[in-house]
C-alpha cells in the first residue's frame, strides 16, 4: 500500500472577511430587554454589532469572505482540495453549507463538509486543515467560520440579544517551508453541555402550541468563570507546544466573546505591553465561529498585525469546546 506524502510545514497563506451592511447600536437592542448602552458596553464592550438582512445568507457570506482570503493566500479556487464551514447557524440540516461554498467559489468539486464546535469551530477548522495539508490529503483547504446568530437569538432574551451577531471570515491553509501553525491544543468539557445551547430541539419545537424558531440561551456567569478560569491555562499550553514564550508573541486574538474575558485571560497570562489585543467585539459584537477570522482580518487591515507576526488564537464556546494554537499572520 502507498501512502500520501504531504508538506512539511502548514500555514495560513490568506485571510478574508464578510461583514453585513447593516449596523445595529446598542440603542436598537436596549428596550426590548430593559437594558442601556452603558451597561452593555460596561459588561460586555460591545457598542455595535452586524446583522445579515436577507440576501446575506450564511453561503453568500462564506463565499464572500472565501474570495477574499484566496486573492491574498493568491490561490486560484481550482486548487483548493478541501472546503471546511465551521457553524451552528446553517439552518438547513442537510446538505452541508461547505458543499454550496466549494461549488460557488468555483473549486473543482473539493471535498466540503461542516463542523459544529460553536464558537471554537474556526480553530477546530485550522488544526484539521494543517493535518490535511501535513497528512497529504489536501494542499489547499480553505476554512470558513460564518454565523447568522441573528436567526437564532431572542430579541427579548436578556443574557444574549446584546451579544451575539453576524459575519464571516475565511482562511486559505497551504504548504509552508517553515512551522506556521503550531500544535492545537483543544478539549471538550461536555458536563458542561448545557450552559450556552439551542433552548429546544425541533421535535420540541414542532410538539409546543406555538412553535417558534429555537434560539440561544447561556448561563451567562457560569460561561464567565469558566472562559476567565480555563482559558488562559489552555492558550499557555498552546504557547508551550509551539515552543514561543509570551514574549514572542505580536499578537492575541482571542475568541470575541466579552471584552472582560479577554481583559482576565491578558492579566492570568502576564502579556506583555507590546503584545497588540484583538478588540474587534467593540463594533463586531459576539460572531461565534467568525469572530477569530474577523478579528484577524481586521488587525491585518489596520496594521496592527503584520505579515510574519506571532499571532495566538484562543476559541471556545458551547459544548463546552474550546481549541487554541500559534499561528503566523499571512
Ligand atoms: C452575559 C453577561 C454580560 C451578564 O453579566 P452578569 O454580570 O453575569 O449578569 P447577571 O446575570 O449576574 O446579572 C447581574 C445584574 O445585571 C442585570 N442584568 C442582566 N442582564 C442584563 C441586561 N441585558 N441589561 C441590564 N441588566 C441586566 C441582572 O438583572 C442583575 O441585576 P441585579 O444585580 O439587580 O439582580 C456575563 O455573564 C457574560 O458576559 N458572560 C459571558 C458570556 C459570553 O461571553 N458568552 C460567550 C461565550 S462563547
Known sequence: MHTEQGAA???????????????????EI??????????????????TRRFADDSETVIAMSVAASRGALEQAGVDPRQVDCVI??????????????TAVAHEIGTDQ?????????CAGFCHGIALASDLVRGGSARYVLVIGVERLSDITSTTDRGTAFIFADGAGAAVVGPSTVPAIGPVVWGSDGEKFDLIRTREDWRDVLASE????????????EVFRWASYSMAKVAQQALDR??????????FVPHQANNRITDAMARAMRLPAHVRIARDIIDAGNTSAASIPLALERMIRDGEAKSGDVALLVAFGAGLSYAAQVVTVP
Open 85 to 98: 464551514v465551521a457553524t451552528v447557524s446553517h439552518l438547513l440540516q442537510t446538505p452541508s453549507a461547505a
Open 9 to 27: 510545514y502548514a500555514g495560513i497563506l490568506g485571510i478574508g472577511a464578510y461583514r453585513p451592511a447593516r449596523l445595529v447600536p446598542n440603542a
Open 210 to 221: 406555538k412553535p417558534v424558531m429555537p434560539h440561544l440561551v447561556m448561563q451567562g456567569n
Open 110 to 118: 473539493a471535498a466540503a463538509f461542516d463542523i459544529s464546535a460553536a
Open 242 to 251: 509551539a515552543g514561543v514564550t509570551v514574549d514572542d508573541l505580536d499578537c
Open 30 to 47: 436596549v428596550e426590548a430587554i430593559d437594558s442601556s448602552d452603558e451597561w452593555i458596553q460596561q459588561r460586555s464592550g460591545i457598542k
